[in-house]
């Protein structure tokens, strides 16, 4: 059974800095970080391929926000930095299986995810 438990998630004030980390049962080379703040659809925030070391972001996290994978500890990474009060939201991890079409920010794109890790940013 596929596993992905996030941590990391926190409250901290605007200009801080939180990681995510996501642990996974398994190996997957495209995985990915969503958020999704009260009210509104969840969105992509960052995904990774490490098969051929791609990286994506969402515009409103590029230059802050910082994806990475380390697979001897099959654990995903967020880092998190100059956060604003826009970024709270509840953070999750997600996973494809190999081989697929990709979209790296769509949700419909991942098929395991993990529960959740709560981020607040005040002002």
């Known amino acids: 059974q596929v596993q992905l438990v996030e941590s990391g998630g926190g409250s901290v004030q605007a200009g801080g800095s939180l990681r995510l980390s996501c642990e996974a049962s398994?190996?997957?080379?495209?995985m990915a970080w969503f958020r999704q703040a009260p009210g509104k659809e969840r969105e992509g925030v960052a995904a990774?391929?490490?098969?051929?070391?791609?990286?994506y972001y969402a515009d409103a996290v590029k230059g802050r926000f910082t994806i990475s994978q380390d697979n001897a500890k099959n654990t995903l990474y967020l880092q998190m930095n100059s956060l604003k009060p826009d970024d709270t939201a509840i953070y999750y991890c997600?996973?494809?299986?190999?081989?697929?079409?990709?979209?790296?920010?769509?949700?419909?794109?991942?098929?395991?995810w993990g529960q959740g890790t709560q981020v607040t940013v005040s002002s």
């Open positions: 990774i391929w490490t098969g051929v070391g791609t990286k």
């Open positions: 398994g190996v997957y080379n495209r």
């Open positions: 997600a996973a494809r299986p190999f081989g697929g079409a990709w979209s790296p920010l769509r949700e419909s794109s991942y098929t395991y």
